[in-house]
């Protein structure tokens, strides 16, 4: 598209009819290719830093104020100190360490159980249980957010079937609490990392397999050095999914979580009472995210999102 | 890769146990919501379909439900006109920074909500004059935006631009070539994109607390703020199932529409 074709030479004896302004503007957009480009980009890029860049970065602006402990207004003059609450005060930073265990306890038991579901679904499935197969595990991703923990909400409440099944075994159920907010969460998030996992087993070739098998490579070693390295990059973009997910929630927490808080909630809290402090605890997910995007740029991973 | 019979049925069975630990739950939800009793006694006793009737006639729900929808329609319709230029920005030209701008564009689907959410709220409230139903429309564009853009742009990958080149070489012009050439090779990716946009849309919650006007409930606000009611629960067991049977429809119209597009399109 790059390339321009020359304008057609006027037929000799005719009189070149001259072109309108619409034509005129047509030519000239054809033959430039920044303008086509500044056409396209104008209104997602304006959008996008307006109505996302924009604001974000006046969050780590506002963070960076403070309130009024009397007026319980918003002081706009720079200060450290909400940095400094977060960092010295231990039942924060307690929090802050805290959701980033639980975020990456979470992804590692997608990994976990996504990658011998989407092997069996790729591999060792019948081809003709496949696409049902894919179908079943992706369906629940259009189920409502809040009805799935809701659900577990009711599953694992005192007088609810988890607690009756466990009963059976004499076991009592562990109930609301950090255990049930990792499970609630796997859950939740199960579908980002199946799918990615699934695509890139899927398209590995066959003979990358063969060969290993064929050069005496034992099933763990074929999967340790052979489909490990051929599907992380789909890991790594399911972890973006599942860890960052898991930053942010605060629903699932105040619903399973029973006395346990996140981050999240932290921020939730403070919103309407101490903007800056909440913007403050907020930016510390931004951070971690970019850092981690930045980080995996390289495997390819945010082709595969 | 051959394995032998033990190790199939090993993968055999984890597969049952990971599809049993995804439905169990959603099946818990529509089998309480026909649980005839109040307390949700559990295994239920007797069935009924009082609540379901009982959900389909509470103002709150339908109200509510209209506002999703309206919601989720305007939001993906932004999106729809947004990612596909940005998508065709993307992948048909080469330009300094792309790799950023791509990364840019990532960005609002890759951070928490919560993030997405506290940011906008403080521009809206702080500067802007407050939240409506305009403000949450625009919240929820903005994540949308990011879906249309993949999958548009993973279609544009593996269409060649020749063809688009043939149809400007034949003398149409770039309005032309795009609605007759561009956009029918988009049309499926462009419909799976916007099927994950409106889903995305319809059942989110953390931008949304942030981004709505007073007054302003969206199907998901209601069951969260009627959640701790428990007059109201057998009405929040009914209106989850439905959501939970409703989540059939867009994996159904997918299969049928694009030929299984959008179940291989990423949310």
Redesign the interface.
């Known amino acids: 598209?790059?390339?321009t074709?020359p304008a057609a030479p006027a037929p000799p004896g005719v009189p070149a009819p001259s072109p309108g302004p619409v034509r005129v503007a047509?030519t000239w957009?054809?033959r430039t290719?920044w303008a086509?480009?500044a056409a396209?980009?104008a209104?997602?890029?304006t959008?996008?830093v307006l109505?996302?860049?924009?604001?974000?970065a006046?969050?780590f602006v506002?963070a960076l104020w403070s309130t009024d402990s009397f007026t319980g207004l918003?002081v706009r003059e720079l200060t450290f100190e909400n940095y400094r609450d977060i960092f010295t005060e231990p039942a924060f930073l307690l929090t802050v360490l805290r959701t980033v265990v639980v975020a990456a306890t979470v992804t590692v038991l997608c990994a976990l159980?996504a990658l011998?579901?989407g092997?069996?679904?790729s591999?060792?499935?019948s081809p003709r249980w496949r696409?049902l197969?894919?179908?079943?595990?992706?369906?629940?991703?259009?189920?409502?957010?809040?009805?799935?923990v809701?659900?577990?909400r009711?599953?694992l409440s005192p007088?609810?079937?988890a607690a009756?099944v466990l009963g059976w075994f004499g076991l009592s159920a562990p109930g609301y609490g950090l255990g049930a907010v990792v499970l609630v969460l796997t859950?939740l998030w199960?579908p980002?990392m199946v799918?990615?996992v699934h695509?890139a087993l899927s398209a590995m070739p066959?003979s990358l397999?063969?060969a290993a098998?064929d050069l005496g490579a034992r099933?763990w070693r074929?999967f340790r050095d052979v489909m490990l390295p051929v599907i992380w990059p789909a890991l790594v973009a399911g972890s973006?999914?599942t860890f960052?997910?898991s930053?942010?929630?605060?629903?699932t927490v105040q619903?399973v979580g029973g006395t346990r808080q996140m981050l999240?909630n932290v921020?939730?809290q403070n919103?309407s009472v101490n903007?800056p402090f909440?913007?403050a605890m907020?930016t510390l997910?931004?951070v971690v995210?970019?850092g981690y995007?930045l980080a995996v740029?390289r495997t390819g991973a945010?082709e595969n999102? | 890769m051959t394995l032998t019979r033990p190790v199939k049925w090993l993968f055999g069975a984890f597969m049952t146990l990971g599809l049993a630990f995804i439905y169990v739950p959603l099946a818990v939800v529509v089998l309480n919501s026909f649980n005839a009793s109040t307390t949700f006694a559990w295994p239920p006793t007797q069935l009924t379909l009082r609540w379901w009737q009982a959900a389909f006639a509470n103002e709150g729900v339908r109200t509510a439900l209209w506002t999703s929808v309206q919601l989720a329609a305007l939001a993906t319709l932004v999106a729809l006109v947004l990612g596909t230029l940005a998508a065709m920005a993307l992948t048909r030209y080469d330009f300094f920074g792309r790799d950023v701008v791509s990364l840019l564009f990532v960005l609002p689907i890759a951070l928490p909500g919560i993030v997405t959410g506290i940011a906008l709220n403080n521009v809206f409230t702080s500067y802007l004059g407050g939240l409506t139903f305009a403000t949450l429309v625009i919240g929820h564009a903005t994540f949308c935006i990011v879906v249309v853009i993949n999958n548009a742009a993973a279609r544009l990958r593996r269409t060649a631009p020749s063809l688009e080149e043939a149809s400007m070489d034949l003398g149409a012009t770039r309005a032309r070539t795009f609605r007759l050439v561009t956009l029918p090779a988009l049309r499926s990716a462009l419909f799976a994109g916007g099927l994950l946009a409106f889903g995305l849309s319809f059942d989110e919650i953390i931008v949304t607390t942030f981004t709505a006007g007073p007054g302003v409930q969206t199907l998901p606000l209601w069951i969260f703020q009627n959640l701790f009611r428990p007059n109201q629960a057998p009405i929040v067991n009914a209106v989850a199932a439905f959501l939970v049977l409703v989540s059939i429809v867009p994996i159904y119209l997918a299969n049928r529409l694009s030929g299984g597009a959008a179940l291989a399109a990423q949310r």
């Open positions: 598209m790059v390339a074709s047509q957009l054809h290719v086509r480009l396209l980009l209104l997602p890029l959008w996008l109505i996302y860049l924009v604001p974000l006046l969050l506002t918003v159980i011998p579901m092997f069996f679904m591999r060792v499935a696409p197969l894919l179908a079943l595990v992706l369906t629940p991703l259009w189920a409502a957010y809040l009805v799935k809701y659900a577990w009711t599953i007088s609810g079937p009756d859950y199960l980002y799918l990615p695509t066959e397999v063969d098998a099933p074929t973006i999914f960052s997910l930053l942010g929630d605060y629903i619903l999240g921020v939730y919103f903007l909440a913007a907020a997910p931004v995210m970019v995007l740029r945010l999102l």
